[in-house]
């Protein structure tokens, strides 16, 4: 059964910074790439970031450009997010999932089900 358990969100002041973690269980993690997608209320889920299967490529959206970072470790089945310098417009439920390759999670979306989520609050 495959698993995706987002962990690592929280209630920060807007300039803080979180890491975000998603472990995986039930797939062969390192033939995927995965990316991060959040939902803020009344909106649709959006791609913030995503990683090639190896690491080598990543992508983001072009809100957190320069203030977000993917990464993953392919020997722990883990993706993470590290966001800096947050804004309260980065509120919102966030979310791993997987796909194909970075391009077909850009333009059709992701493979399989979602996890939970982690919801992140920027406020002061």
């Known amino acids: 059964q495959v698993q995706l358990v987002e962990s690592g969100g929280g209630l920060v002041q807007p300039g803080g910074s979180l890491r975000l973690s998603c472990a995986a269980s039930?797939?062969?993690?390192?033939?995927?790439?995965m990316g991060w997608y959040r939902q803020a209320p009344g909106k649709q889920r959006e791609l913030v970031a995503a990683i090639s299967n190896r690491g080598r490529s990543t992508n983001y959206a072009d809100s957190v450009k320069g203030r977000f970072t993917i990464s993953r470790d392919n020997a722990k089945n883990t993706v993470y997010l590290q966001m800096n310098s947050l804004k309260p417009e980065d509120t919102a439920v966030y979310y791993c999932?997987?796909?194909?390759?970075?391009?077909?999670?850009?333009?059709?979306?992701?493979?399989?089900?979602w996890g939970q989520g982690t919801q992140v609050t920027v406020s002061s």
């Open positions: 039930g797939i062969i993690f390192s033939i995927y790439a």
């Open positions: 999932n997987k796909g194909s390759s970075i391009a077909v999670m850009n333009s059709v979306g992701p493979i399989g089900s």
